[in-house]
Structures are given as C-alpha cells and as structure tokens.
C-alpha cells in the first residue's frame, strides 16, 4: 500500500487550520477548519487550528479503534470529545464557534467505509472510473440565484451564516453531535476501490477554481504527486493575488491532500 500526505498553510507565517492524517490500522481523516469572520469573534477563547488538532485526532482514534461503530458514531463520539475539552471555557452555542469540514475513510480486508461533511473532497477510483462522493449542500446553497448575485460580498458572508448549521443549509462539525448524522456515508467492497483521495477545498481549487481539470485529472495528478498538486494550486494563487480572473472567498487558502492506493492497478 503506498499513502502520500500533505497539509500546508496558505500563508507561511500563519496557523494551518487545517487537519490530515493517516492511521496504521486503515482510517484516514482530512479537516478544514472554518476561518473566523475578520472580527474574530467566535464564542471561544481557543484557535480553529486548536479546535482541528483535537477533533482531527479523536475522530482518527475512533475510526481506527472501534470497528464496532459507523463513521458517522465515531465523529459523534470525537465532536462529544472535543466539546468536553472547552464547554465550561467557551460559548459553544455561538454560531461562529471553532468548526470545521470532514472527510473520513476506513478500510479493512473487506470494505471501504466513508463519510464526508461539507465542502472537503472525497475521490475514489472504483473499479477504473474516478467517483466523487460530495457533500453538495453548500454548493446548492451558493448556487442560489439570491446568493450568486452577491457573491463574495460582506451580505453574502453574512447569509451564509445564516444557513449554516441550519435546516435548508449546510453542516459543519462544531459542538453539536447530532450534526454527524447529517453527514454523507456509505460503503463499498475493497476489492472494488483502487485507491482515494481525499482533500480540503484549498488543494480541490486545483479543479474547482482554477479548472486545470475534471476530477478523474486531479485524482491523476494526486496520485502522480501530491506535492505537485498543491505547487499548481499555489502558482495560479499567486498569479491572481487579487481574485479578478479566479474568483474565491480567500486568496490563498490551506491545502490538506492525502493519497491512499489501497490495490495495484
């Protein structure tokens, strides 16, 4: 089995807010931490990256070690987890409270299991044919035609807050358990998945903003070289510091990518 990984800042001397990780007994997890609005105010006296580097862990921990429980129990169980480390220090009900996107995959000899909560990427090549396996609620959401005419204005932020976390919106991970059951999951038989590819929306950008290719390209590209992948992203970010020709909620954004080949072609 070969895995390659990668998780970058978008800016050198700022926190990644960003999670990736790979278990030995066959679990990987990617997290994309929600960035703050410029106030700053979130309810909590921790960081996104803090928030992240606890939740990224507990979830890893329970896909790897309980295989007695669904993916979606195993976030419930890593959320209940974090929350305890800062309820009685924060305002966990504030609606900007530390949260974050999820991508969880887990093998054994017979299956492949999956969950994905947001807009982080899951790519995996079953049986010859990349599929993508989304989370689509946010982009429905800003595929709204009241939502595409104020793009990447300050009232579209503050819209978009209002539907997360929200029936009719999207879901992130925050201090709600329950929010795990409105994540995507299913499984597949091992033998049929070749390998994954799993990444937040900064290294997707690759195909999502800057249309170098369809999925079945950057799943290539993935496997050809991660570091590669991220280097493409950062080259057409710096080309465009000012998001005239590609536009995008952040100039440069955090890249997590993990490449997991589970069976020779």
Not at 43 to 68: E, K, N, S, Y
Not at 90 to 96: F, I, N, P, Q, Y
Not at 147 to 170: C, H, K, Q, V, W
Request: aromatic share 6%; net charge negative; glycine share 8%.
């Amino acid at each position: 089995m070969r895995t390659e990984l990668l998780s970058v800042p978008g800016e050198p001397a700022r926190a990644n807010e960003d999670f990736a990780a790979i278990s030995p007994l066959g679990a990987a997890v990617v997290l994309d931490g929600v960035t703050p609005p410029p106030d700053g105010q979130t309810g909590c006296v921790h960081t996104v990256t803090w928030f992240v580097q606890q939740l990224g862990p507990a979830l890893l921990d329970q896909a790897a070690g309980r295989r007695d429980q669904s993916l979606a129990d195993c976030l419930a169980d890593a959320i209940g987890q974090t929350k305890a480390k800062h309820e009685d220090t924060c305002d966990l009900s504030h609606r900007r409270t530390p949260q974050a996107t999820v991508v969880a995959l887990r093998w054994d000899e017979k299956r492949v299991e999956y969950l994905v909560l947001s807009d982080s990427v899951l790519l995996l090549d079953i049986e010859g044919t990349v599929t993508p396996l989304l989370d689509g609620r946010l982009d429905e959401v800003t595929g709204r035609p009241e939502m595409r005419e104020i793009r990447y204005t300050p009232g579209y932020f503050d819209a978009l807050e209002s539907l997360r976390n929200a029936d009719g919106g999207f879901y992130t991970a925050a201090a709600d358990a329950e929010v795990a059951k409105r994540a995507v999951t299913g499984q597949l038989p091992r033998n049929d998945v070749r390998a994954a590819v799993a990444m937040s929306d900064g290294a997707s950008r690759w195909s999502e903003v800057f249309h170098f290719g369809d999925w079945t390209d950057l799943f290539g590209q993935a496997e050809k070289s991660v570091e590669g992948l991220v280097d493409a992203v950062r080259a057409a970010e710096t080309a465009d510091p000012d998001r005239k020709d590609f536009p995008r909620g952040k100039a440069r954004d955090d890249a997590s990518v993990v490449f997991i080949e589970l069976a020779d072609r």
